[in-house]
C-alpha cells in the first residue's frame, strides 16, 4: 500500500471527502503543475490501468505484464495542449514523450494529501482532438521508457538476484528502484545488447519474483516472499463492489515442470578477439575500430597489437596509442587506436586475450507434483539463462507448482488458483497493485486473502472507481516459515 | 571439482530461511569442504640428487601463482663441499638464463639446513608477474653437492576471508542474519583453505645394485590432517643377493618407523594407521623408500616398481561428528540443524585439534628426476597417479592421459624446438575434454615413445595460456 500522507485513508472512508489531484507534466526539465486543466468534477477526467500479470495468461504471467496506461481528458480551450498553438508548451517543447504524473487524493484542512497513482510518458494528444475544447492524453507507463533500451554489461560473479538487477538498472540510468532482497545467487550474469526490461524480468523470474515500474515510477523487484505475512489493506464483502467473477485456468495445471539449467563456467585464458583486416592509421590520427569478441570475458589479460609501415618496417612499442586497454563490457571492445608517429601505420594484429566465459551442456531437470496425478501435463518453464544451477530450477519448480495451484481450503487439488474480478469499487487511492486485499464473497465462497494483481481506475464524477484483478493468495505461504531475525529457531519451516 | 561449488546468498532479517535457496546449499558447502579434507592425497614427492661429479640443477618444483599465497617456504638438506655452494634460484622471466636467486649456500663441511634453518620463507611477490604465471624454483649445485629438499610450499594468505570469530551459538532463539551470514563466511574461508594444487602420487620404477649401503629411491613428505591411513604398493623384482627393500616412516617426533622390511620379489600393498605410528596432526611426516645391500658383501640388488604412495580415509572408523543434513522445504528449522553447519565447519578449521583441518598449503610440484641424479640406480617409466580433482591439468613435456585399466587413453601435445627436441614448455589441458574421465576417477599421466615428462599437475584455475 502507498504511503498515506496523513488522512488518505480516513477520508476515503468518510462520507463527504472531496476528491482532488494534481497532475503534472515536465515540458523541459521540471516539472510544470497542469492541475487546474484536469476536472475531477467531469465524467471520465482520468482512467487508467496498473498490472502486475496478463489476466488473459493467468497467474503464470505474474511479472510479465503489460505497462501501466493512463487517459486523461484535459481542459484544451487556451490551446496549451495543442502541438500548433503558437506559444503552448506543446509548441514550444513537443508533447510525445514528456514525462508526466498523477496523483490523486482528498483535500484536507484547507490542503491536499496526495498519493502517486501514475508516472510515466505522454504518448500522444491526437491531432483531431487538438482543436477540441478538451484533448484526450494518453500516456504509458515508465516501461514504455525503456523498452528498447539495451544494455552490454561486463561479466559479474556471484552476484544475487537483487544486486544483478540494480546494476543492470545502473547500466540502463534507471535511477529510481525498489528492490526486495534477493533469494538466489547468478554465478555468471551479463548482458550484450539485451533489453534491460527483459533482463530484469527474466532474473526476476528465474527466483519466482517479479518486476515492475510502481505508481511513483520506480521499478520494483519483489521476491517471491514479499507478501509472506503482509497485512490486508482492507476487505471488500458484496456491499464494496458492484460484481465478482472468479476466474480458473484449467489449462495451468501440471503434474510435472520442467526446467532448464544452463551452467556457466570460467573458462581458460584464451584469444577472445583476433582483428580480421588489417587497419590503416595515417599519420597523427585516431581510429575507432569496434572490436566484437568471440565469447564473453570474465577477466581481461591482454592484448598484443603489431603495426609496420607497410615498407617493411615494424612499428615501435608507443608507436600505436590503445585506449581503453581492455574491453568496455563482455563481448565489445571500441577501441580508439592512435598513431602516435608523423607516418602512416597499417595496424596489422590486434589480438585480445581473456579468460572467457564458457556455457556448459544445459540440462533439464524436471520435478514432478504429487497432487496433480491425474492430469498427466508438463509445464516447460521459459528458458532463462540466469538459472545455472540445479537447485534454482528445483527451486523454481517447486514455486511454479505451488503458485498454480488453488490453496483454498476445501478445493480439490486440480484447482488451478484463481483469478477473482471485482468492479465498480469505490477505489482507495492508496491501493495499488501487489496489495493483500480481504475478499469475503458469499456467492462465491471465497472468504480469504486476495492480491490485487492488476487495477483499472477511474477517476471522475467526483469519484474514484477501481475494477480490481485479484489473484487468490490461499496456500501461497502454506505454513509458518521461519522468518530470519524474528521467528525463534524450531518455531518455523522452512521456505523454499 | 570446483564447479561442484555454489554460492551462497547474503540473507537479510526479514527473509525467509529456504531449505533449497539456503539451508541445502550450506550443507552442499559442508560436504564439499569435507570430501577436500578426506579425499585421496598425493604426498608431496621429494626430489634429491646424489652427485655425479658435476654442477648443474636437477632439483625443480613449481605451482601457479597465487598473488595471495606469496610466500615461498622451502625446506632442504644440503652437503657443500669446499669452495661449492648450493644456490636456490626462482624463475623470474622467459629466457633460459632468467634465473633469479633467492639465497645462496656456501657453508662447508657436514650436511645442514640449507640456508641456515630448517624452512626458510621469501616472499616472491616483489618478482611477479612470472613466465607463464607459475611459481617454478631450482636448486643449482656446484660439484659434488648431494641435496635434498623437505618440503617446497606457497604459503600466505593475503586479501582472503577470516574465519568469523565467535561463530554463532544456534539455539530455540530468533537469530539475526548475521548469524546464518557467519556459516556462509566459515565456508568461504575453508573453500580458500581447500583451493590447492592436486598433487600426483609419483609412480616409477627404480632399478639398483650396490654393495653393502643403503640408498634411497624415493622420499614423500605430508602433513598429517583428517586423513589417517598411508597406503604404499610396490611390485619388486630382480631381487638378489640378500638386499632389502625398506619403506619407513619419520613421524613429526623425528622417530623411525619401519613398515616394511621387504626381502623377496612379489607384489605387496599395506595400509598403516599414522597416529598409531606417532604422527600428530598437523606434523608433517616423511617417508622413506630404500634399498640396503647385503651387508654380507656382493652385490644386493633390487627393481623396486612404486605403484602407488597416498595418504587417504582410514576404511573404518572414520567419523564426521556433525554431519548436516539438507531439508526440504515446510520441513522445521531447527538449532541442531544449524548447530551442525557451525559445528562442522569447526572441525575443519586449519587447527590441530580438529576432526579434519583444512591445512592451507599450495604444495609444490616436483619434476620428475633424471637418471643423472641418481647414485648406481636407474629410474625408469615415471609418471603421475591422479585422482581427478581439478579441472586444468598442467604438464611439461610429453604426456598422455591413461585410464587406470589402460583401456582409454589420450594424447597430450608436446613442444619442441627448431631441431625437434623437447622444450618442457607449459601447457595446460582442459580435463573436461576427455569424455571418458569423470570426476574422482583415477587416471595416470605417463609419457609417451622416448619422450620425457617433466611433471604434472591439476589446478582448479587455469592461469596460462599454455
Redesign the interface.
Known amino acids: 500500500v502507498k504511503a498515506d500522507p496523513g488522512h488518505i485513508a480516513t477520508n476515503w472512508a468518510a462520507a463527504n471527502a472531496a476528491l482532488c489531484a494534481s497532475l503534472e507534466i515536465n515540458w523541459n526539465g521540471s516539472w510544470v503543475d497542469e492541475s487546474g486543466y484536469l476536472d475531477v468534477s467531469q465524467p471520465g477526467a482520468a482512467s487508467g490501468s496498473h498490472y502486475l500479470f496478463r489476466p488473459e495468461q493467468g497467474i503464470l504471467s505474474l511479472g510479465w505484464a503489460a505497462d501501466a496506461v493512463m487517459s486523461l481528458r484535459l481542459d484544451n480551450e487556451g490551446g496549451r495542449f495543442s502541438r500548433g498553438k503558437a506559444g503552448s508548451p506543446a509548441n514550444l517543447y513537443g508533447i510525445h514523450n514528456k514525462p508526466i504524473r498523477l496523483s490523486i487524493g482528498y483535500r484536507h484542512a484547507g490542503g491536499a494529501e496526495l498519493a502517486d497513482q501514475f508516472t510515466g510518458y505522454v504518448v500522444d494528444v491526437p491531432a483531431e482532438s487538438e482543436a477540441q475544447s478538451t484533448v484526450q492524453l494518453t500516456a504509458r507507463g515508465m516501461a514504455s521508457q525503456y523498452a528498447d533500451r539495451k544494455v552490454s554489461t561486463l561479466v559479474y560473479e556471484?552476484l544475487?538476484t537483487d544486486a544483478w538487477i540494480a546494476q543492470l538498472c545502473t547500466e540502463a540510468g534507471i535511477v529510481s528502484t525498489a528492490l526486495d532482497?534477493?533469494?538466489?545467487?547468478i554465478?555468471f550474469a551479463y548482458a550484450s545488447e539485451q533489453p534491460v526490461l527483459d533482463a530484469v524480468t527474466h532474473a526476476a523470474a528465474a527466483?519466482g519474483g517479479f518486476v515492475h515500474f510502481a505508481a511513483s515510477g520506480a521499478l520494483t523487484f519483489w521476491?517471491a516472499?514479499h507478501w509472506?505475512g503482509a497485512a490486508a489493506v482492507g476487505t471488500l464483502t458484496l456491499d464494496d463492489y458492484g460484481d465478482v467473477s472468479p476466474r480458473s485456468r484449467y489449462t495451468d495445471i501440471y503434474k510435472r515442470v520442467t526446467v532448464e539449467v544452463q551452467?556457466r563456467?570460467?573458462?581458460?585464458?584464451?584469444?577472445v578477439y583476433e582483428l580480421k583486416a588489417p587497419i590503416w592509421l595515417p599519420a597523427g590520427a585516431a581510429v575507432l575500430h569496434k572490436a566484437r569478441l568471440s565469447l564473453p570475458f570474465i577477466e581481461w589479460?591482454s592484448y598484443e597489437l603489431a603495426a609496420g609501415t607497410g615498407g617493411g618496417n615494424a612499428a615501435a612499442e608507443g608507436d600505436v596509442n590503445v585506449s581503453p586497454s581492455s574491453p568496455q563490457s563482455a563481448q565489445r571492445w571500441d577501441v580508439i587506436l592512435t598513431n602516435t608517429t608523423t607516418h602512416g601505420l597499417w595496424v596489422s594484429k590486434l589480438d585480445g586475450?581473456a579468460?572467457a566465459l564458457e556455457g556448459?551442456d544445459s540440462q533439464s531437470y524436471e520435478y514432478a507434483s504429487a497432487a496433480e496425478g491425474q492430469v498427466d501435463r508438463n509445464l516447460d518453464a521459459p528458458q532463462l539463462w540466469e538459472i545455472q544451477?540445479e537447485?534454482?530450477a528445483?527451486?523454481i519448480a517447486?514455486t511454479l507448482i505451488a503458485w498454480l495451484r488453488d490453496g483454498s481450503t476445501g478445493v480439490a487439488s486440480l484447482q488451478p488458483r484463481r483469478v477473482i474480478t471485482a468492479s465498480n469499487v469505490s477505489g482507495n487511492p492508496l491501493w495499488e497493485p501487489g496489495d493483500v486485499m480481504h475478499l469475503h464473497s458469499t456467492e462465491t465462497g471465497l472468504d480469504g486473502d486476495a492480491i490485487i494483481g492488476g487495477l483499472d481506475w477511474e477517476l471522475g464524477s467526483n469519484d474514484y472507481t477501481c475494477t480490481l484483478a485479484l489473484i487468490n493468495a490461499a496456500g501461497l505461504y502454506?505454513?509458518t516459515?521461519?522468518?530470519?531475525?524474528?521467528?525463534?529457531?524450531?518455531?518455523?519451516?522452512?521456505?523454499? | 571439482m570446483n564447479e561442484g561449488w555454489r554460492d551462497q546468498v547474503t540473507l537479510y532479517d526479514g527473509m525467509l530461511l529456504g531449505a533449497r535457496t539456503w539451508q541445502r546449499l550450506a550443507v552442499r558447502r559442508a560436504d564439499w569442504l569435507y570430501a577436500q579434507a578426506h579425499g585421496a592425497l598425493a604426498p608431496q614427492a621429494l626430489t634429491f640428487y646424489t652427485p655425479g661429479n658435476e654442477a648443474g640443477a636437477q632439483v625443480y618444483y613449481e605451482t601457479p601463482w597465487h598473488t595471495e599465497h606469496p610466500t615461498l617456504q622451502l625446506s632442504a638438506r644440503v652437503t657443500v663441499p669446499a669452495g661449492q655452494y648450493v644456490s636456490l634460484q626462482l624463475k623470474t622471466g622467459s629466457g633460459v638464463d632468467d634465473w633469479t636467486e633467492l639465497q645462496r649456500d656456501t657453508t662447508t663441511g657436514a650436511e645442514h639446513w640449507f640456508g641456515g634453518s630448517e624452512i626458510r620463507t621469501y616472499n616472491v611477490s616483489a618478482y611477479a608477474p612470472f613466465p607463464d604465471d607459475v611459481v617454478l624454483v631450482r636448486l643449482w649445485h656446484g660439484l659434488s653437492c648431494p641435496h635434498y629438499v623437505r618440503q617446497a610450499v606457497m604459503t600466505g594468505w593475503i586479501g582472503l576471508p577470516s574465519y568469523p570469530n565467535p561463530m554463532p551459538t544456534f539455539g530455540a532463539s530468533a537469530h539475526a542474519a548475521a548469524d546464518f551470514n557467519a556459516v556462509t563466511s566459515a565456508q568461504e574461508y575453508l573453500r580458500h583453505c581447500a583451493m590447492q594444487p592436486n598433487l600426483g602420487r609419483l609412480v616409477f620404477t627404480a632399478t639398483h645394485t650396490q654393495e653393502n649401503a643403503y640408498e634411497p629411491l624415493g622420499f614423500w613428505t605430508f602433513r598429517r590432517d583428517g586423513r589417517q591411513e598411508i597406503y604404499a604398493d610396490v611390485t619388486v623384482s630382480g631381487y638378489a643377493s640378500d638386499a632389502r627393500v625398506l619403506l619407513r616412516l619419520w613421524d613429526d617426533t623425528g622417530t623411525e618407523h619401519v613398515l616394511w622390511n621387504l626381502s623377496a620379489n612379489g607384489h605387496v600393498y599395506q595400509a598403516w594407521d599414522v597416529a598409531t605410528l606417532g604422527a600428530s596432526k598437523g606434523g608433517w611426516q616423511r617417508v622413506e623408500l630404500g634399498v640396503l645391500g647385503n651387508a654380507g658383501g656382493g652385490n644386493g640388488a633390487a627393481t623396486v616398481t612404486v605403484n602407488s604412495l597416498s595418504v587417504r580415509d582410514l576404511t573404518a572408523g572414520v567419523t564426521r561428528t556433525y554431519a548436516p543434513s539438507p531439508y526440504d522445504a515446510l520441513a522445521t528449522a531447527l538449532p541442531a540443524h544449524m548447530a551442525a553447519l557451525v559445528n562442522d565447519a569447526n572441525e575443519l578449521r586449519p587447527l590441530d585439534d580438529r576432526e579434519s583441518p583444512l591445512y592451507t598449503a599450495h604444495l609444490m610440484a616436483p619434476w620428475i628426476m633424471a637418471p643423472s641424479m641418481l647414485n648406481r640406480s636407474y629410474w625408469s617409466a615415471q609418471g603421475f597417479r591422479f585422482t581427478r580433482k581439478w579441472r586444468w591439468l598442467y604438464w611439461r613435456g610429453a604426456a598422455k592421459i591413461v585410464s587406470t585399466d589402460g583401456q582409454y587413453e589420450t594424447t597430450l601435445s608436446d613442444v619442441l624446438d627448431g631441431s625437434g627436441a623437447q622444450t618442457y614448455a607449459l601447457q595446460v589441458y582442459d580435463l573436461d575434454s576427455v569424455p571418458w574421465l569423470a570426476p574422482d576417477m583415477p587416471y595416470n599421466v605417463v609419457p609417451y615413445g622416448g619422450n620425457v615428462l617433466k611433471t604434472a599437475y591439476e589446478h582448479y584455475q587455469c592461469l596460462s595460456a599454455g
Open positions: 556471484g544475487s532482497h534477493g533469494y538466489c545467487v554465478p527466483e521476491n516472499t509472506y551452467p563456467q570460467r573458462g581458460r585464458l584464451q584469444r589479460h586475450f579468460y556448459r544451477t537447485e534454482q528445483a527451486h517447486e502454506p505454513a516459515f521461519h522468518k530470519i531475525g524474528t521467528t525463534v529457531l524450531g518455531a518455523g519451516a522452512y521456505w523454499r
